[in-house]
């Protein structure tokens, strides 16, 4: 333990751990970058396409992440934290820009918003954590991470297809990776991720926030395409189904987390500080909204017909990587496997091939509702049946 006075712009012991409005507003770009996202796989759906648009999501998340952990570490009341917020939130409306034609002429934008973001926030918290250098290690070891990254990042803009693909999915790879094991850095040892520098409270507070941008995002795909689409009866269906995958997903993140964070244990809340594992295991849920309304917004454009083989995989893989997500979320948060979830993901899976020959997409976007039904009921009445089980008294 260092015995140096806490800066004043680090969160004390005793504030209000819940987020404030200038996060959630920050929160509303995010509305935008899935929306961008979601629809340039849509007009692309193929496997470079969804190789792409992985590579953008990560770095957008994490930025997202990064953001999240800076207003819980530091006090998100302060001007220059609330300063440094919202230029964040700018340069992250500056990717979203980007997005479309990130891998094409607008690819310098992208990087150069994506660094920007970086560089001013450590602007602000190197210098003012300088009075405690333990702090102050953990934003100049980030720096420090982003300093190698920049290398792949850049030299992508100067290249084109698989190369920059590849540069850039290494870069992200790092970016994501150095945090999971605490940013080591020459002379400065690494930061111990389990030392509570996060608190379990606000992270999961923004992480069920984020989410709820996510449905809101799938909500917006499944408006505009129903607006667009005539009002024919395939499009209509289509919009009423993908209305109740929203409801379907919206209840089976907030139920389990109800169940399993409320109210937390001691244990519990030591996981959710673990901060990485907690935001790595919602990146994988948020994506698999994100491919929901993807292969909604084609359903809805073609929900008869035979299907091609991308849009089932979309169609009934966006449900899976859900689950796959909420899956590691459950092991993270109480260190136990969910197998209801993964019985899920195993009937999603091997319903692919016989939907792709058999069914219509419209068709397959109702099987994927079922299954996602089946386990949520299942799940209600396993721990209606436990409550009953509690409150019976033993003979």
């Known amino acids: 333990m260092t015995s140096a006075p806490l800066p004043r712009i680090l969160r004390r012991r005793g504030e209000p751990a819940y987020p404030t409005f200038l996060e959630l507003f920050f929160d509303l770009v995010y509305i935008f970058i899935f929306s961008r996202l979601a629809a340039s796989l849509a007009a692309n759906l193929t496997a470079r396409s969804a190789a792409q648009t992985a590579v953008l999501l990560l770095a957008a998340w994490w930025v997202w992440v990064l953001t999240a952990w800076l207003t819980d570490l530091f006090n998100p009341r302060l001007p220059i934290i609330q300063a440094t917020t919202l230029l964040v939130m700018l340069g992250t409306l500056l990717m979203a820009i980007a997005t479309p034609h990130a891998f094409g002429r607008y690819g310098w934008l992208f990087v150069a918003a994506y660094f920007g973001i970086h560089l ?122 993908a209305f109740a995958s929203a409801v379907l997903l919206f209840q089976l993140y907030f139920e389990r987390v109800q169940r399993i964070l409320a109210p937390p244990s001691v244990a519990t809340v030591e996981r959710v500080r673990s901060g990485t594992s907690t935001s790595y295991s919602h990146l994988v849920m948020v994506a698999g909204v994100v491919l929901v309304s993807t292969s909604t917004s084609l359903v809805i454009d073609r929900p008869f017909g035979r299907a091609p083989v991308e849009l089932m995989v979309a169609t009934l893989g966006g449900p899976v990587l859900f689950l796959l997500g909420s899956v590691l979320f459950d092991a993270v948060v109480t260190g136990r496997t969910l197998w209801s979830r993964v019985v899920a993901i195993v009937v999603l899976c091997a319903l692919m091939a016989p939907a792709t020959l058999l069914l219509p997409p419209l068709a397959a976007l109702v099987l994927a509702n079922l299954v996602l039904l089946i386990t949520l009921v299942g799940e209600g009445l396993a721990a209606r049946g436990r409550l009953v089980e509690a409150a019976t008294p033993s003979p």
């Open 120 to 241: 001013v926030r450590d602007a602000v918290l190197i210098p003012g954590t300088r009075v405690n250098p333990s702090i102050q290690a953990r934003s100049i070891r980030v720096f420090f991470w982003f300093g190698l990254t920049v290398v792949p990042w850049v030299a992508g803009v100067f290249v084109d297809g698989t190369a920059r693909l590849v540069l850039w999915s290494l870069a992200v790879a790092v970016d994501l990776g150095s945090a999971r094991v605490g940013w080591p850095t020459p002379g400065l040892g690494r930061t111990e991720l389990a030392s509570q520098i996060f608190t379990g409270v606000h992270l999961s507070e923004r992480h069920r926030a984020i989410f709820i941008v996510a449905l809101g995002e799938l909500i917006l795909s499944t408006g505009t395409g129903l607006a667009g689409s005539g009002f024919t009866a395939g499009a209509v269906a289509t919009g009423a189904v």
